[in-house]
C-alpha cells in the first residue's frame, strides 16, 4: 500500500515555467520533508515542514503542508535547468525518524 | 565535511554468496536507516537503528540483516542474496526529526 501519492510522476516543462508537484495521504503525519536527487546520487533534504499550514521558502521553491497535515505541495517559479531532478516527499510517522516516501516526481526543465 | 559514507558503490554478485555493504556516518548520529529504491516503488526502509545496539525492522526486512556495534557503522548484510535483491541500496542518518543525510549509494545486481 502506497501511503504517499505523488503526482505528477513525470513532468517536462521548458525554462521559465512554474509548476506544482502534489503529494497526498490518506494518513496524517507528524512532519513531511522534501528531498531532491540527481543521478547517481543520495536524496538531498530541501526542506521539512511540521505544523498544518505551514509555509516554507527557498528561494523559487515554495512547500507548503496542509492543513490536515496529510498533503503537501512544492511550487517551482520560473523553472531552471538546474532545478532538474526527482523530487521525493516523505512523511513521518509515529517516530519522526521513520519515513514512508513518495514514489517521486521526475522533472525535466528544458534550456 | 559532514557525510555518510557507503561501501561499495557498484557490486554484481552471484545468488547466494554472501556480502556486506558498509555504512559509516561521520556526524555522531543517533538514528540510521537502510533503504532501498526500486522504479516506480520509490525508496522503501529494510532497517533502521535508533541507538547502539537497538534495531528494527522497516517495511521490507526480508533477507537482510543488520548490526549496530558502533554509533558511527551500520552495515547491511545480505546472507544468501537473491534476484530480486537486485536494487540502488542507500543509507541515511538522522540526530533530529528533520531530515536525513544520505550516502551517494550502492547498486547491486545479483545474477
Known amino acids: 500500500t502506497q501511503l504517499l501519492e505523488q503526482s505528477p510522476q513525470f513532468l517536462s516543462i521548458q525554462e521559465g515555467e512554474n509548476l506544482t508537484v502534489y503529494c497526498n495521504s490518506s494518513s496524517v503525519f507528524s512532519s513531511l520533508q522534501w528531498y531532491r536527487q540527481e543521478p547517481g546520487e543520495g536524496p538531498v533534504l530541501l526542506v521539512t515542514v511540521v505544523t498544518g499550514g505551514e509555509v516554507k521558502k527557498l528561494k523559487r521553491l515554495t512547500f507548503q503542508f496542509g492543513d490536515a497535515r496529510k498533503d503537501s505541495s512544492l511550487h517551482i517559479t520560473a523553472a531552471q535547468p538546474g532545478d532538474t531532478g526527482l523530487y521525493l516527499c516523505a512523511g513521518a510517522r509515529g517516530s519522526a525518524r521513520q519515513l514512508t516516501f513518495g514514489s517521486g516526481t521526475q522533472l525535466t526543465v528544458l534550456p | 565535511e559532514a557525510q555518510v559514507t557507503q561501501n561499495p558503490r557498484y557490486l554484481i554478485t552471484v545468488t547466494g554468496k554472501k556480502l556486506t555493504v558498509t555504512c559509516s556516518q561521520n556526524m555522531n548520529h543517533e538514528y540510521m536507516s537502510w533503504y532501498r529504491q526500486d522504479p516506480g516503488l520509490g525508496l522503501r526502509q529494510i532497517y533502521y537503528s535508533m541507538n547502539v545496539e537497538v534495531t528494527d525492522k522497516g517495511d521490507v526486512p526480508e533477507g537482510y540483516k543488520v548490526s549496530r556495534k558502533e554509533k558511527r557503522n551500520f552495515p547491511l548484510i545480505l546472507e544468501s542474496p537473491s534476484p530480486n535483491q537486485t536494487s540502488l541500496y542507500f543509507c541515511?542518518?538522522?540526530?533530529?526529526?528533520?531530515?536525513?543525510?544520505f550516502g551517494s549509494g550502492t547498486r547491486l545486481t545479483v545474477v
Open positions: 541515511a542518518s538522522s540526530n533530529s526529526n528533520y531530515g536525513y543525510t
